[in-house]
């Protein structure tokens, strides 16, 4: 992840008002990881037109275990990260991929998570993460993968650092 944005300034300024041990600081995020039910207005505002586009609804047909708003999105990822493979090809692997990583974690949902773009923990939960290493599962996002880690720990105290209140993240797409 790039962490040129990182305001380390503004990041002091919030650790010093903390005092857990039991810290979670970051860009918080609850998501579901098998988007392949993802209603079709989540993605689309207005959501009509995209109800309306003929050519999607008869491409996505092609994955009927998967609602309209999912094929999109999985559309939409092959755009930008595959541009280069046969589409159909691209959202049959998203596809595969979504229900391999909620089957790898016993879960379609996530539990909270801090996006990728920097995170503070407290003493408690890089101790727990450090004696646990060689029993924790890996595969997948490490940013995801730290939720599933911190979610049967009681007491986390998750401070949310969204909003730029410490990172600058750019409005455009990188």
Not at 129 to 135: E, L, P, Q, T, V
């Amino acid at each position: 992840d790039d962490d040129s944005f990182l305001q380390v300034p503004r990041l002091l300024g919030h650790l010093e008002q903390q005092a857990s041990e039991s810290l979670a600081l970051g860009f918080v995020m609850e998501t579901n990881l098998d988007w392949s039910g993802t209603h079709i207005c989540e993605l689309c505002d207005p959501c009509e037109p995209c109800r309306t586009e003929q050519d999607l609804q008869v491409f996505c047909r092609n994955f009927p275990d998967m609602a309209l708003g999912g094929c999109v999105m999985a559309i939409q990822n092959c755009r930008i990260f595959d541009e280069e493979k046969d589409m159909y090809e691209c959202v049959s692997q998203k596809r595969e991929g979504i229900h391999r990583l909620a089957e790898y974690f016993g879960s379609k949902t996530a539990p909270r998570w801090m996006l990728g773009m920097g995170w503070v923990f407290g003493k408690r939960l890089v101790q727990y993460i450090g004696r646990s290493a060689g029993h924790l599962k890996v595969r997948g996002a490490a940013d995801v993968a730290l939720g599933f880690w911190l979610a049967p720990l009681e007491g986390v105290s998750f401070v949310s650092m969204n909003e730029g209140r410490f990172h600058d993240y750019p409005d455009t797409r990188s």
